[in-house]
């Protein structure tokens, strides 16, 4: 390669770089306007001119999950799913000592096993629990890993006999899921993000499994008190107006 072509190249990976940059920033502005479907526009666009980009890659991974909670479509939400399992596997390949990368996989893992049956969703549980506790080695206060892990608990404590069944094969033994380790994950991530909704939402539904009915209340009803912060809020609202009736019902 002659040096001047070698220049060549160096200046337009230079300029590709620089316009990938810009279309993260408009992501990460849109996001801030809750306006999720320019934020995914242009993270796509980032991600197009600058696959190598580990920030691109994993705010992509985010957005699909994202989208994926929101839509109403059910196979827009699995193939979303999919999007975002393959780009969070490939941002954790980029940079493998970051915690973004891990977090955003086990989200993105956890949602596709919400579509998934028998033991492919017990072995997706499993990758789910890993990725979240890869992430927390990571960074100690990567609240979101902390989210996961924290719903991860609750679900496998609730999984039927069969699911159970299922989990003892692939771990050997049933793993020691609970849900104080439910509560004192979500716990933690309240207390690193004490103004995201969604973790407030989930301490609440899991105070709500384990009978803490006045804990549950408290905590639903701060989450709706809350000011919107992130695009799936809303989303998450609706799951504490849900689950209220039920909690308040052992309150009188």
């Not at 920033?25 to 526009?41: E, P, S």
């Not at 977090?103 to 017990?122: D, I, N, P, Q, S």
Request: aromatic share 8%; charged share 25%.
């Amino acid at each position: 390669m002659s040096r001047s072509l070698w220049v060549a190249l160096c200046l337009l990976g230079a300029i590709t770089g620089a316009h990938a940059d810009q279309d993260v920033a408009a992501g990460d502005a849109a996001l801030a306007k809750f306006d999720l479907g320019a934020a995914l526009k242009a993270y796509r666009t980032a991600h197009m001119q600058s696959p190598d980009s580990y920030e691109a890659t994993w705010k992509l991974a985010r957005a699909l999950a994202d989208t994926s909670t929101l839509s109403k479509d059910p196979i827009e939400q699995k193939q979303c799913c999919v999007d975002a399992e393959q780009l969070a596997r490939a941002a954790v390949k980029l940079n493998p000592a970051d915690s973004k990368g891990h977090a955003y996989l086990a989200v993105a893992v956890g949602k596709l096993a919400l579509y998934e049956g028998g033991k492919r969703k017990v072995e997706l549980a499993s990758e789910v629990q890993k990725e979240s506790e890869r992430a927390i080695k990571l960074n100690d206060k990567e609240d979101l890993a902390y989210h996961v892990l924290g719903v991860w608990n609750r679900e496998m404590v609730e999984l039927n006999w069969v699911l159970r069944k299922f989990a003892e094969l692939i771990y050997g033994k049933f793993p020691s899921a609970s849900l104080d380790d439910a509560v004192r994950n979500l716990t933690r991530a309240t207390q690193i993000a004490p103004q995201t909704v969604p973790h407030r939402v989930e301490l609440g539904i899991t105070f709500a499994s384990g009978r803490r009915w006045q804990e549950a209340n408290d905590n639903l009803e701060k989450a709706l008190a809350m000011p919107k912060a992130w695009v799936t809020d809303d989303y998450y609202w609706d799951k504490a107006r849900q689950t209220l009736p039920r909690v308040k019902s052992h309150l009188d």
